[in-house]
């Protein structure tokens, strides 16, 4: 009977009590279906990815068609709405589902890049401050500390005026902005890991420095940064429309759900429509993300590796 | 402990330099400051004219040494759309962004605390079932959009809440309650695991092999162990929502430091975005601090040192 | 009561008589049987070592006495633990809540293996202490601080005025154990349960605290249960030993039987595991090998199956019962490793 932790690489999470990797496929599976809501945070999760990959196809009309005579139409199920346009359309007519699609294309391609940007700035400099310890890593962690002691939205929407006004910008923006959290975890699993003994064992037997790296620090990071970046994913979709609510994202041309919401705030009170169901999108992503999020977490989990007795 | 204040003292003091250097180089990453500052029609020899009377044509170094030496004081010059001081603008705006924060977490504490506690206490009940939803809710639910949404029901629909402005005690609740409620979010969710996390623990476990009444254990050993990192939480949220006024002071109007720094971006108003930035960061920094020494003091294990 | 000695009369009632407990949990992966069908009998004043490795079900079946298992996923589900507290006998497993709470601290007390963390961190020793004689005895905290302060002189704490207002991390891991074992002494319990207390600290301490335990149950005329992994330290303390392995009872016995006619495998196994001060040093040291049984249903067999030196065809088709092999001597076998071959008349 082999045990997990004999082929060195447990990570000791919970999920390991099952041996073989169908059996651990297994348990996830069984976990997921008994906390119901990581279903759900995965399957909204994935209606957005589907969303915008698929929006050509999933929207009646071209986000950008503008039809004058057509504008402020309430959504379907009002008295004077049509089939034409199910969520209504904005004041200069175009479509609302349409644009609310496409949108997704703009907070998917911002959280995705984002936080894959900020994962692998922080990844980086985390290990390199937590493994080589000393007066690099004190540097290091007083740069980060310092950024994480600012007031994040703030400083970002500063930079996104002086920067602004396009997608590259703004992922760019927030990949650098949030790798400090990024780093902060990777450092504190560095040295985690460092405490627990394993590196220096491999070192002591002459492991270099890369195979070191990538059999024992790696892996017992990708849980956490997984989970990180779920959360973090959820919180770039909050701030890109954000910004553009704030006119400091893509320009009014492209349908973002945060441009839509700024536009539809002059006319809160004869079209209240043309804010409410963006919004409503910006919601259900998020809370996809933050469901997801809790659940890799809860199965993840890095407290669960404290080996009791 | 002394030794612990000063070192904290010593990075804070750090910490806000290191702002000045951020925010002093905010404005010129862009290539010219001038032309940053300066509206986009203008000409060459009036964004020159500018250049000249900034100072902008210095060598870098000089530029950077005057710029400290004046903020220190608190001088970061007049405001290009004002023409006064723009520190005094700021500290005019910020007793409104003060109360607007100050009440949001105040009715967050309220809500989220008791709702956390019951919900770590008794995991799956009702009560628990329900603070886990405002947690997810809290931290799902754009703001901005919801004072939309809320403004649209309270102030437009139901004609109770003024929608704008400070000029009634009124007019505090709809903005203080969008502010908090991603407090509220994150607190019943931080409450709740720490209550979780403490009834996990080896000393619990003592205390009820002593016997003892399961109140006393509730309230002498798993309450107080789950307040002290509470402190940290807390203080560090209020930081947060003073740097995430803008959005809600926006829509609503309300003559805060959030409502003036959006302003300031639409008239390019660099010096008085500066000082803003930087007055900002030292009150959370400030507040940091702060609830580091709190924490400190109430655990007796920092407070005493071995 | 003279270690080994067959007592002259079994008139008396033991202490606690334990019949057929049985503990599980339900997870995720199924159910595990962390206990099961274990018995004993401990009398009044004796010592009994509860010896096995980590995860053989040693903390939980005590944890499981006196009602500490933790719901909903872990419950009791089967047995009976009779408690004589010099009145009446009682089903420990069959109390109320608060009928437990009432037997916890004030009739059997509990001593833990890490003090660092079975103490709470914010709470000063003195106060944590003295809240158990508040709970028990129904003294106000400034009545029981009298008491609090003599409990700490009693148990080696130097200084006890001032050292009542320190907190547990001021204090070293010796020390610290000391604190503990004043907090479940504090109500005189007739029985006190030490689970692994010296694991987590330095030999030389280890020492003192077992000399610390040895004077108590003397002085107090207390019953003890010491858990351990490591036969070693409670050869000079214990009266009794009992043996377990994946939940169940492997062997049971008096400490000198035990000792010089270990009749398990696993227990053989585990005093070879020993280094004898006596032995030469050609001997080297057996270790078992093989990995702990898996708890989650288990098989129908001798889970120690796999890592037994002597395992036959029988030990693979049923599990073995606990048979009597000398005076309240019972193993749980189906091989004489005296003999060298398997036991007749099971």
């Keep these: 009977m082999e045990h997990a932790a004999s082929k060195g690489q447990s990570s000791g999470l919970a999920v390991d009590i099952e041996r073989t990797w169908l059996g651990r496929l297994g348990y996830l599976w069984r976990l997921l279906w008994r906390d119901k809501s990581g279903l759900l945070g995965l399957s909204l999760f994935l209606l957005l990815v589907i969303t915008a990959a698929f929006s050509p196809l999933l929207a009646p009309h071209d986000p950008l068609d503008q039809n004058l005579s057509d ?199 004869v079209a209240p429509w043309i804010s409410t169901y963006p919004g409503l999108a910006i919601m259900i992503s998020s809370l996809g993300m933050n469901l997801l999020g809790d659940w890799l977490r809860d199965v993840l989990d890095p407290r669960l590796r404290r080996v009791k007795k | 402990m002394q030794r612990y204040f000063l070192s904290r003292l010593v990075q804070s003091v750090l910490i806000l330099l290191g702002v000045l250097t951020l925010v002093f ?24 004219a500018f250049r000249e009377k900034m100072g902008f044509n210095r060598p870098l170094p000089v530029q950077y040494l005057d710029f400290i030496s004046h903020a220190i004081w608190g001088d970061f010059g007049n405001s290009l759309h004002f023409k006064t001081p723009a520190l005094s603008l700021v500290l005019q705006r910020l007793p409104a962004t003060v109360q607007l924060a100050g009440a949001g977490l105040l009715l967050a504490i309220l809500v989220a605390i008791p709702l956390g506690l019951i919900g770590g206490s008794t995991p799956g009940s009702l009560w628990d079932s329900a603070g ?127 409502q003036l720094i959006e302003q300031a971006i639409g008239w390019r108003d660099y010096t008085l975005i500066q000082a803003i930035a930087f007055f900002t960061s030292l009150v959370v920094v400030s507040l940091n601090l702060l609830t580091d020494l709190a924490y400190a003091w109430v655990d007796p294990r920092i407070r005493l040192g071995s | ?25 339900h997870t995720i992966s199924g159910v595990i049987h962390a206990v099961n069908n274990v018995s004993f009998i401990l009398d009044e004043g004796e010592t009994m ?22 719901e909903p996923a872990g419950r009791v589900v089967g047995g009976e633990a009779l408690f004589y507290n010099g009145i009446s006998v009682r089903d420990l497993l069959k109390l109320s809540k608060a009928e437990l709470r009432r037997v916890r601290g004030s009739d059997i007390g509990m001593i833990f293996q890490d003090p660092l963390t079975s103490l709470n961190p914010i709470m000063t020793i003195g106060e944590q202490i003295s809240e158990a004689i508040v709970a028990h005895k129904g003294v106000s905290m400034s009545q029981a601080r009298a008491q609090t302060l003599e409990l700490l002189d009693y148990v080696g704490i130097p200084d006890p005025h001032r050292r009542i207002q320190a907190y547990p991390h001021q204090f070293s891991g010796g020390m610290r154990q000391r604190v503990m074992i004043a907090i479940a002494i504090s109500c005189m319990p007739k029985i006190l349960i030490a689970d692994e207390p010296t694991t987590a600290l330095d030999v030389t301490v280890q020492a003192q605290i077992v000399d610390l335990v040895a004077q108590l149950r003397k002085e107090l005329h207390m019953a003890v249960i010491w858990i351990t992994h490591d036969l070693g330290v409670v050869a ?111």
């Design chain 1, 71 to 269: 504008s402020k139409t309430p959504p379907v199920w009002d008295v004077e709405g049509t089939w034409k346009y199910p969520l209504g359309t904005d004041n200069l007519g175009r479509d609302q589902l349409s644009r609310i699609i496409y949108g997704s294309r703009v907070s998917l391609t911002v959280g995705f890049f984002g936080v894959l940007i900020a994962a692998g700035l922080g990844l980086v400099i985390g290990l390199i401050s937590g493994y080589t310890g000393g007066r690099t890593d004190a540097v290091i962690t007083g740069i980060v500390n310092l950024l994480l002691a600012l007031p994040y939205l703030l400083f970002v929407v500063v930079i996104a005026s002086i920067f602004g006004r396009s997608l590259l910008n703004v992922i760019l923006i927030f990949g650098i902005t949030d790798a400090p959290i990024f780093a902060r975890t990777t450092r504190g699993e560095v040295l985690r890991i460092r405490e627990a003994g394993y590196v220096e064992s491999a070192i002591s037997i002459g492991a270099r420095r890369w195979r070191i790296i990538f059999d024992h620090i790696l892996p017992n990071l990708i849980g956490p940064l997984i989970t990180v970046m779920t959360f973090e994913m959820s919180a770039m979709i909050f701030y890109e429309a954000g910004l553009s609510f704030l006119g400091l994202s893509v320009p009014p041309s492209v349908p973002s759900w945060g441009n839509m919401l700024s536009n539809g705030r002059k006319y809160l009170t």
């Design chain 2, 25 to 48: 180089f905010m404005v010129r990453v862009s290539g010219d400051p001038a032309s940053l500052m300066m509206p986009k029609e203008a000409s060459q020899e009036s964004i020159e």
């Design chain 2, 132 to 258: 886990r939803l405002l947690g997810l809710l809290g931290q799902s639910i754009p703001n901005f959009w919801l004072a939309l949404v809320l403004i649209f029901l309270f102030a437009v629909r139901l004609r109770l809440l003024p929608s704008f402005g400070r000029d009634e005690l009124k007019s505090l609740i709809l903005p203080a309650f969008v502010m908090g409620l991603p407090v509220m979010g994150s607190l019943v969710r931080l409450t709740r695991s720490a209550v979780l996390e403490i009834r996990g623990e080896d000393y619990i476990r003592t205390a009820h092999s002593k016997g003892l009444d399961p109140r006393r254990v509730y309230y002498r050993h798993i309450l107080l162990n789950a307040a002290i990192p509470l402190i940290s939480v807390i203080g560090v949220q209020f930081g947060y929502m003073l740097g995430g006024s803008i959005y809600i002071e926006t829509i609503f109007s309300w003559p805060g430091m959030g």
């Design chain 3, 1 to 25: 009561m003279s270690r080994g000695n067959i007592p002259a009369s079994n008139a008396k009632t033991p202490l606690l008589e334990v019949r057929g407990l049985s503990t599980q949990f």
């Design chain 3, 49 to 70: 070592a509860l010896v096995g490795e980590s995860g053989c079900g040693k903390s939980v079946t005590m944890l499981s006495l006196i009602g500490l298992v933790a």
């Design chain 3, 236 to 346: 000079g303390l214990a009266d009794r030993v009992m043996v377990m392995y994946g939940g169940q009872t492997a062997e049971r016995a008096y400490v000198d039987p035990l000792y010089n006619n270990p009749q398990h495998p696993y227990t053989i196994g585990l005093l070879g595991a020993l280094p004898s001060l006596t032995g030469d040093e050609s001997q080297r040291l057996v270790s078992i090998v093989g990995t702990p049984p898996d708890l989650l249903e288990p098989p129908a067999h001798c889970l120690f199956a796999f890592r037994c030196p002597y395992a036959f065809e029988r030990c693979w088709q049923q599990v073995p019962p606990l048979i009597t092999v000398g005076v309240r001597h019972k193993v749980s076998c189906f091989y004489d490793v005296g003999k060298g071959a398997p036991r007749d008349g099971i």
